[in-house]
């Protein structure tokens, strides 16, 4: 089996090393090298990492917190560039419970206390299947807070993230937190530093439950492949 890790990518140096580390980490785990890929901005691409490994099957895990438009279109343009017919493409890593619990330890390790008002921030998407895969994370973070967590996005619209903190203020929200739904550092992280939130958790992709989640998804599919 021939790993692959695809992220989205960003021209922020320190965002690619955090998507290197997380696949070196998952390595560990698998006890094998796992090959990175990016959708945009950087490469290398799907196809051409495809086009490099040795013969034999392929898996390659989407580090998507959501399956949208890069999940359905992106990665398997991809793959049918690459030509390989031996390629398995597992689910997207979110919504879980795994990423739940990341999140619920990344607002314990930034400060969160209960009382505290809860926003989860995403990149942002007009994808609806992506929606709904964010709506139903943010309802498995409320739940598991027991306290409602508001959704919003880095990028500017109707769910900004500056204008959800701002309407938490002047509902009378004494303290907000936002949890970072992003895997890696990079523009949509510099943005939420500035939204006006007293907490702000760091990215996703460091948490050992991520590479974890990865991993799993890597011996799932060897399984299934292997059946």
Known sequence: MNPILVAHGTRKGSGVAMIESLASDVGVLLGRRVATAFVDVVGPRPAEVLTGLPAGPAVLVPAFLSSGHHVHVDIPTGIAASG???VTVTPALGPSIEIIRALTDRLLESGWQP??????CAAGTSDRRAQGDL???AAMLSAALSSRVELAYAIAGTYWVGDVVTRLRARGARRVAVASYLLADGLFQDRLRSCGADLITAPLGGHPGVARLIASRFRLARVSLAA
């Open 135 to 137: 709506r139903a994370a």
């Open 115 to 120: 009382g505290d008002s809860v926003v989860l």
């Open 84 to 86: 390989r017919p031996d």
